[in-house]
């Protein structure tokens, strides 16, 4: 399989099939935990197109996907937005938001060419922060990467859930 991980272009074209995935992504993340209506209005707040092209095209945002043989599988945003922990405070940092991964291409090789170029992107920051969901899957693999819990509480954007935020400190280049 041809794994690749790209920077996301708000060209027409591409933001229809980024909207697509994107809209995926969040049924298959949280169909289980939100009731119908509660998704529903989250995606058209933050993922309608008016809104998702705007934030594409932000200087504080890096929209990129992960690609499995020509075909889109997976997002992540990195942000300097977000509610940023105490830790971090006075200290360069960003967010990896919406880090999400069809499930049936939730394999190692896609979770770490995502991952990567995230995290390519974060080097010249103090810190890296993600807030997601406690009981989410991927904050293992996050923790492996050597990110940490952090014991303050944190809720998630306009999403009724508790969340974990997990801290890399980095060194930057």
Same mark, same amino acid.
């Given at each position: 399989m041809n794994i690749v991980t790209k920077f996301a272009l708000a060209t027409d074209e591409f933001t229809d099939i980024l909207l697509k995935?994107?809209?995926?992504?969040?049924?298959?993340?949280?169909? #289980?935990?939100?009731? =119908?209506?509660?998704? #529903?209005?989250?995606?058209e707040k933050y993922y309608n197109r008016k809104y998702f092209v705007s934030e594409m095209n932000s200087m504080f945002n890096q929209s990129l996907v992960v690609y499995a043989d020509n075909m889109a599988v997976g997002y992540a945003k990195v942000t300097s937005r977000g509610k940023v922990p105490e830790s971090l405070n006075n200290k360069r940092a960003v967010r990896i938001a919406d880090f =999400?991964? *069809?499930? =049936? @291409?939730?394999?190692?090789?896609? #979770?770490? =060419? *995502?991952? #990567?170029?995230? @995290?390519?992107v974060c080097k010249y920051v103090e810190g890296i922060w993600i807030n997601e969901y406690k009981e989410n899957p991927i904050l293992e693999f996050f923790e492996n990467k050597g990110f940490l819990r952090q014991a303050e509480t944190f809720e998630l954007d306009d999403i009724p859930l508790s969340s974990i935020c997990l801290i890399y400190q980095n060194r930057p280049q």
């Open positions: 995935l994107v809209h995926k992504l969040l049924a298959e993340k949280y169909s #289980q935990l939100l009731d =119908s209506k509660q998704l #529903q209005e989250y995606i =999400s991964i *069809l499930k =049936s @291409f939730m394999e190692p090789e896609i #979770q770490e =060419s *995502l991952f #990567q170029k995230c @995290f390519s």
